[in-house]
């Protein structure tokens, strides 16, 4: 199972005399204060030495001594003789084959695999005389009750969301999945934090292809340690400079149901309720799990305001520069007199002026989620109220600027759903300054420049803009407008999935039987 | 890494940041008048103050009134510049006003100026000055409403108001219409009605009834660029039908010599058809429409009635076609209707041979006109008793 961790030629062999195996454990742990042992003579053959180990809060200890201890210090002298034909048999075999009733046991063979289990919250037994070990799967670790998904909100649909342990996240899948073809392939990624790491996908609809770059490039990540799925992310990301999230992450365990069925891959990173996603496309970062627990026509349209955000939050600050500075011909001209009025009195430049604004903003922004849960109310005040209130009276910003830095606030929030929303900020000051200086012709080859730029992307070596660049017919029924669910009989074909028909035919059943 | 910095300063070095301007700079010209001197040109530019349509009405006026003199239009252009701290800025121009004397010399030169490289929007409408200088239209305050954006500009609400007699054409058209030689230029009149010299005082708008006023009620004929003459009320309206340019037209004529008949169209279909061996045009006017006045006793229940008032309109429309159809042959010897265009339309080749004889061709085409009126709308009273 453990593929990173179990393969290095000198591991160090276990010892024969139990004392010096306990010793050199509390050496090399530091004999630190949660490190159970318990030693004790096993009433069989010739009162045997042996130890049962574990990590005090990662295991379960009340299920360790029902299972483990009480078995080997109190049942089993009481069974003997009974069973005469397991006298030949070695303590040690006994305890595996017969004795220790725990589902998921296995031999170990030397010390990396004794504390690669021990610290992942396993109990170890180690018996006098033996150089194998027994270790036991018994994690009792406190872990988080599933509450709601705090970051991609719906108003329909299920409420649970993952946990950050990989475990009760696999639990979820399958329980949403119960189909024989679900597969988990586990990983190992960080010398020292050691920490788990499942690809998911379904075999048989996944195109292999996206498995196999997953797992090279998780393979291929040498780093000490990750701390959540964002670092894990961002290391397996196809290779170029862009502030556009090529991979995705979700906590929505129906979200990940749903790309899993599509024909993707997903990464569960334990630690973390995020799971990542891949391949991700662009239309994605506008997808939103609401849309498709909506009447079509209904959600299409949701989705084309996403759409429209998207392009407000990028392009509003630059067009106003751009339009006040060099255009004045393009506004209308009531509106134009209303700006000369307001601004009138201002003493910046409308560059400067913006940039107060959206920078004003974005410290807000900053604040509001930094800030400690308690002192929520006296920020709003301060930041909304007195500060919007007096930059303009102080004839710091006019009114207008302040419409368009609050406009595009808000729909940074729509965006806000998906990792989009940061790139959408980027881009924004980008297309200030480009407008600032170049006006509408510098926005307009921004524009081209970006379009360009999106299109030079990939995510799991597939196109980042497909279904439209490449273009598919197809796939559109889930691009700007979505399609109802009954229409929607075959699989994105961009991802070319093994299956392509969601509905599996009889033809295919037989094959399938054959 | 080192091509990106530099490709990044090019965005602070080379900008076009000269092209720069900070809006509070602008002083937005939203009309000129254009008159001849004997240096040149004087041009006349009325600048908003955006104060005043923002809403703070403190003691200024709505706009003022700056003048430049200079021997082409643009150097006239040029001299506004000396006279205000603002940047004279002309793309948000509504109106150009030519005075009869230099619209009769020709408006090419006002053409050129405006479309060639000065930034003006072509949505601009030009007006001839009747009876007053170009600098004196520009020079009256008009009471407006008090909503920002009619009393924006003194100007551009003359053609808001003006009914069956208006006409819409940006610089583009008027620029095809004086090339075109199978059609020639129309365009509004302006003049001013009541004291001239009160038009500029502040008193002007804030009497209820202002001493001086607009007023647009008739069309200035042009024979490529140049001005040939006026079309009253009546010949304007006439026109329009002819040409189908507004949307609603107004017939009253008076039976017996007292009783008024109001007719309202509000579908119009003219057909032109010319035979130049004979050299006759065949006009086909058909309007259908709602009666407006009706003084006359007659029982309108009766559709025969009905066809009587109608020929008493038909009359008079006829009337008052073959009167504009007149003036537009013998007095004004311009093509007003387009009928050389029509021409082309039908036969290409033909038009190709009397091309550049249609100006001594045109005048001595005889019109034939027929009328037919139809009332299809006598209104919820159908008898007055």
Request: charged share 25%; glycine share 6%.
């Amino acid at each position: 199972m453990n593929e990173a961790g179990s393969h290095e030629p000198q591991a160090p062999k276990l010892n024969k005399e139990l004392k010096k195996n306990i010793q050199a454990i509390q050496e090399t742990l530091g004999n630190p204060s949660d490190l159970m042992i318990r030693e004790f003579k096993c009433h069989n053959n010739n009162n045997i030495s042996c130890a049962v180990i574990g990590i005090d809060g990662l295991v379960d200890s009340n299920q360790a001594e029902d299972f483990i201890i009480k078995i080997m210090m109190v049942d089993m002298p009481l069974l003997e003789g009974q069973g005469d034909s397991k006298q030949e048999e070695t303590t040690f075999n006994l305890l595996y084959q017969f004795r220790l009733s725990m589902i998921d046991t296995k031999i170990g063979q030397n010390f990396d695999d004794l504390y690669s289990n021990l610290l992942s919250g396993h109990i170890i037994v180690l018996v006098d005389g033996e150089q194998q070990l027994l270790m036991m799967d018994c994690k009792g670790y406190m872990i988080r009750s599933t509450g709601e998904p705090t970051t991609d909100n719906s108003i329909r649909g299920p409420k649970d969301c993952f946990v950050e342990n990989l475990r009760t996240n696999t639990a979820m899948l399958r329980k949403r999945i119960k189909d024989k073809r679900l597969r988990f392939d586990s990983y190992i990624v960080g010398e020292v934090t050691q920490t788990d790491v499942a690809i998911v996908y379904i075999d048989g609809i996944v195109n292999p292809e996206f498995v196999k770059t997953a797992k090279e490039r998780i393979q291929n990540v040498k780093i000490d340690g990750i701390c959540d799925s964002s670092q894990l992310l961002m290391l397996i990301e196809d290779k170029f400079t862009t502030f556009f999230p090529r991979l995705l992450s979700n906590e929505r365990p129906d979200k990940i149901t749903a790309e899993l069925l599509e024909g993707r891959v997903a990464i569960i990173v334990d630690g973390s309720p995020f799971v990542i996603i891949g391949p991700a496309s662009f239309n994605m970062l506008f997808q939103a799990v609401d849309d498709y627990y909506s009447r079509p026509v209904i959600a299409s349209f949701q989705r084309l305001i996403r759409y429209l955000a998207f392009i407000i939050v990028i392009l509003t600050p630059a067009l106003y520069i751009a339009l006040s500075t060099y255009h004045q011909e393009m506004i209308p001209t009531v509106l134009l007199l209303t700006i000369i009025n307001q601004r009138s009195a201002n003493p910046f430049p409308t560059l400067i002026e913006t940039l107060i604004i959206v920078i004003l903003f974005e410290i807000l922004r900053e604040a509001a989620v930094r800030k400690p849960k308690g002192i929520g109310d006296s920020m709003t005040i301060v930041g909304s109220l007195i500060i919007g209130q007096t930059i303009v009276q102080a004839g710091l910003v006019s009114y207008i600027v302040v419409i368009i830095g609050a406009l595009t606030a808000v729909c940074t929030f729509v965006i806000s759903g998906s990792r989009l929303y940061n790139s959408a900020r980027i881009l924004s000051l980008i297309f200030i300054v480009v407008g600032a200086s170049f006006g509408l012709f510098g926005i307009m080859v921004g524009c081209l420049l970006l379009i360009l730029h999106l299109c030079s992307l990939s995510s799991f070596n597939q196109a980042y803009m497909a279904p439209v660049a490449p273009f598919n017919l197809h796939d559109q029924e889930d691009q700007f407008v979505i399609f109802p669910l009954s229409w929607m009989k075959k699989r994105p074909k961009m991802l070319n999935p093994q299956n392509v028909i969601r509905e599996i035919d009889e033809s295919q059943l037989q094959e399938e039987q054959q | 890494m080192k091509k990106v910095i530099l490709f990044c300063a090019c965005f602070f070095i080379l900008t076009g940041c000269g092209n720069k301007i900070e809006i509070p700079s602008l002083g937005i010209v939203s009309g000129i008048g254009i008159d001849k001197t004997e240096k040149g040109f004087l041009i006349t530019a009325q600048i908003v103050n955006p104060d005043y349509v923002a809403g703070n009405k403190t003691n200024k006026l709505p706009v003022f009134v700056i003048q430049g003199e200079g021997e082409s239009i643009f150097q006239a252009y040029r001299m506004l510049n000396t006279l205000t701290t603002k940047v004279v800025f002309l793309p948000h121009l509504d109106v150009m006003v030519v005075s009869e004397e230099l619209a009769k010399e020709g408006i090419n030169d006002i053409l050129d100026f405006a479309l060639r490289n000065v930034k003006i929007r072509p949505d601009v409408n030009i007006l001839v000055a009747k009876d007053v200088t170009a600098a004196d239209v520009m020079q009256v305050l008009d009471a407006g409403t008090t909503i920002p954006d009619q009393e924006l500009n003194t100007i551009s609400g003359i053609c808001a108001s003006c009914e069956s007699v208006k006409l819409s054409k940006n610089l583009y058209d008027v620029a095809n219409l004086i090339q075109k030689k199978g059609a020639n230029l129309v365009v509004n009149a302006v003049t001013i009605t009541g004291d001239v010299a009160m038009g500029a005082e502040e008193k002007n708008i804030e009497l209820i009834n202002s001493p001086a006023k607009l007023e647009t009620k008739e069309l200035a004929a042009f024979n490529e660029d140049k001005f040939v003459g006026f079309l009253n009320y009546q010949e304007s309206k006439a026109y329009n039908i002819m040409n189908g340019e507004s949307r609603k037209y107004v017939i009253s004529t008076k039976v017996e010599d007292k009783y008024l008949i109001t007719f309202e169209a509000r579908k119009n279909k003219v057909e032109i058809k010319t035979d130049l061996d004979q050299k006759k045009i065949t006009v086909n006017c058909e309007l259908t429409g709602a009666l407006m006045d009706m003084t006359y006793p007659i029982d309108l229940e009766d559709p025969l009635n009905i066809k009587k008032v109608a020929t008493y309109l038909e009359e008079q429309l006829k009337k008052e076609l073959i009167e504009i159809t007149t003036k537009s042959t013998d007095e004004l010897k311009t093509d007003l209707f387009s009928v050389g265009d029509k021409i082309y339309h039908e036969d290409p080749k033909k038009w190709k041979e009397i091309e550049s004889d249609w100006k001594t061709i045109y005048p001595e085409l005889t019109y034939d006109i027929t009328v037919k009126v139809t009332i299809n709308d006598v209104g919820d009273i159908t008898n007055l008793k």
